[in-house]
């Protein structure tokens, strides 16, 4: 077991590699700077480095001198579309972008891993495969998306840097947490991210004359009274689920106007595909039927999103084992998954993998400040955690039968 005295002398270098990265933020598969400054960091301490992955993004390999399993150690890299407000002396540099979710934090306790790693590889157990993934947010505007599946998780497994891997583990800050304090979920953790969008046509007409038009509304009131019996009548009440309307948009109308055409658009959530699949295929269903009965017709279209994220118990189990070290009170098991999505489940379905949640919160504010925020800050001093983490679940995994 590795003690947080033991790597206290790479807490400054973790620091000042966060506050470079927190001054660079970059958008989905453009995040260049970020990119040179993470390969020239792992091939300055001697690591084998491989650029350009998943066209944006950093592998650094080490290979320890005993015998064991190949572990990948998994930090997103890119920033939002956020303009920061925080004030601090180390803000974004660039204009309307920012590491509003802490994907640079991620980054500078992955690399504070890989650099301990390399210091010890004559102490180090199999090979880790450190990567460093592009576009977990979404694309630069402007950028081509490689292929049809979003995020950069799925390429990077395309690219074959998980064939030989045994286990993947990444973690995610957050700042309902105390530093020092780590969640991980015993099996499902985010939810698959599906976004829909459902077009009702009739004919437009004066609002006088409903009787010469093809009114929409009463095709859209019955429609989303159903969308909202889905989950209750045709879900299992044991198989979490949400389904929500988020918009609806009688496009080009008036007051005094029979709409022709609305709009709705909504995402559905889930932690199993055929519960997804499920509400899926009723979604479609509900639309066509519906508006042929009011004389309309309807287009669905479904805009998948990414697939849950979905520990494996046995690693979970290992992670969990961080109470040894980090003490019986912070480390938390068994917590409501979460609702948001990550694309970090396509590395879990490839191979047995873990997904957990590490304190970030500023000590003594009572009101946090969430991811996505433009007033979004990292505790500093929570930082080397993240590297203590890392590098006990690369132990404690060895000893596991996967």
Request: aromatic share 8%; net charge negative.
């Amino acid at each position: 077991m590795i003690r947080k005295e033991q790597v206290k002398s790479l807490e400054g270098e973790v620091i000042d590699l966060y506050k470079r990265l927190h001054q660079i933020p970059e958008l989905g598969m453009a995040e260049y700077k970020t990119a040179q400054l993470i390969a020239e960091t792992l091939r300055g301490w001697g690591i084998e480095t491989t650029t350009g992955v998943a066209k944006t993004g950093v592998v650094g390999v080490v290979h320890g001198k005993l015998p064991g399993k190949t572990v990948a150690l998994r930090a997103d890299m890119d920033a939002l579309p956020i303009t920061e407000e925080t004030g601090l002396p180390y803000a974004s540099q660039e204009k309307g972008k920012m590491h509003a979710c802490g994907y640079d934090g991620h980054v500078a306790m992955l690399l504070g891993a890989a650099h301990y790693c390399a210091l010890h590889q004559d102490e180090l157990k199999g090979t880790v495969k450190f990567l460093f993934q592009p576009a977990e947010e979404d694309y630069a505007p402007g950028v081509v998306a490689p292929g049809k599946v979003p995020g950069g998780a799925y390429y990077m497994i395309q690219e074959g840097w998980l064939d030989d891997v045994d286990a993947c583990m990444g973690i995610h800050l957050d700042p309902c947490l105390p530093i020092g304090t780590l969640k991980v979920f015993d099996k499902e953790a985010m939810a698959a991210t599906d976004q829909y969008t459902i077009v009702l046509e009739g004919k437009g007409g004066h609002g006088g004359a409903p009787h010469q038009a093809v009114d929409v509304i009463p095709a859209l009131a019955v429609l989303l009274g159903s969308i909202n019996t889905i989950i209750p009548r045709e879900i299992s009440a044991f198989e979490p689920a949400v389904l929500s309307v988020r918009t609806v948009n009688t496009i080009s109308s008036a007051w005094n106007a029979t709409p022709g055409r609305v709009e709705i658009t909504g995402t559905f959530r889930t932690y199993d595909n055929q519960v997804r699949e499920q509400i899926n295929r009723r979604l479609g269903e509900l639309a066509a039927s519906i508006a042929k009965a009011h004389r309309c017709s309807a287009q669905y279209v479904r805009e998948r999103g990414y697939d849950p994220t979905v520990n494996d118990p046995r690693v979970a189990g290992c992670v969990a084992a961080a109470r040894q070290y980090l003490g019986e009170d912070h480390v938390l098991t068994h917590p409501t998954p979460l609702t948001g999505g990550e694309d970090v489940g396509f590395y879990f379905q490839k191979v047995p993998g873990a997904f957990m949640f590490l304190g970030c919160a500023q000590p003594g504010e009572e009101n946090h400040v969430d991811l996505h925020s433009p007033y979004f800050r990292v505790c500093l001093e929570g930082l080397i955690y993240g590297t203590l983490v890392h590098l006990n679940n690369l132990e404690a995994i060895q000893s596991l039968a996967l």
